[in-house]
């Protein structure tokens, strides 16, 4: 059997990287993307089944080289996972244009961009896209105006993709995690803020890098292969209990 190739993006880190962990566990191969290239290959060099690209997802033009390289070297392309984002936040007034397209480029145009050029290899494959939103994409809070809005979009692209890709067998799904325990996330989160997000979250924790992961991989495996056009939350139930919390707004 021909080992399925899986395109990761925002691999060097977070989500991505250990999304890219759970790909291999399966007996996938992995393209792991992302900007930072010293970071990314700091950590791909320790992984067996992987080849590492630097890519900013943002531009077209190194897009396109993305995918002829991809080609070269694995020669098919299953699964992409568009999960290269960027975060921004702060109060509307205080977000200028500039901040906003930094957000948009990347978690929009990004997902636009990637999935455009991995649909010729997809076709071929029948295979699978699972664009990565966010929490914040479903229900509005507070200081996530650019944020907020460019994970939206990218749920509804998730739609489009599903409605027009699904008569040659392309599969396109989103997943929304809610709180993750990232070292990020940890280093920023106040002991309020910690606390708030316990209490709002009916399973009284925040997730894994893993839980959010494990979401991505089913999707795109041949368990999901009658899946295409959801909106998946992974978050602990969050979703479900209102918008933003006042620990939140500042």
Request: aromatic share 6%.
């Amino acid at each position: 059997m021909t080992q399925k190739l899986a395109v990761v993006t925002g691999a060097a880190r977070g989500i991505g990287l250990a999304t890219t962990k759970l790909f291999l566990r399966d007996g996938w191969t992995v393209a792991m993307v992302d900007r930072d290239a010293p970071e990314l290959e700091d950590v791909a060099k320790d992984l067996d089944g992987v080849k590492a690209f630097a890519c900013d997802v943002s531009q077209p033009e190194a897009v396109e080289q993305l995918f002829a390289d991809v080609q070269k070297a694995f020669g098919r392309i299953d699964a992409l996972v568009n999960n290269a984002g960027v975060a921004d936040f702060g109060p509307i007034e205080e977000t200028t244009f500039a901040r906003w397209r930094t957000v948009m480029s990347t978690n929009l145009d990004g997902v636009f961009l990637m999935s455009q050029a991995a649909i010729p290899a997809l076709k071929e494959s029948r295979g699978a896209i699972v664009n990565i939103a966010s929490i914040s994409g479903l229900r509005a809070s507070t200081l996530r105006v650019a944020y907020g809005t460019s994970k939206a979009a990218v749920m509804h692209m998730t739609k489009q993709q599903a409605a027009e890709l699904g008569e040659y067998g392309i599969r396109a799904n989103c997943v929304c995690p809610g709180p993750v325990r990232t070292k990020l996330a940890m280093a920023v989160h106040s002991p309020e803020i910690i606390a708030a997000y316990h209490d709002a979250i009916p399973l009284n924790r925040y997730g894994s890098e893993d839980e959010i992961g494990e979401v991505i991989v089913f999707l795109c495996s041949d368990k999901a292969s009658f899946v295409t056009g959801q909106i998946v939350a992974s978050d602990g139930g969050f979703e479900s209990t209102g918008i933003g919390l006042p620990a939140l707004r500042s």
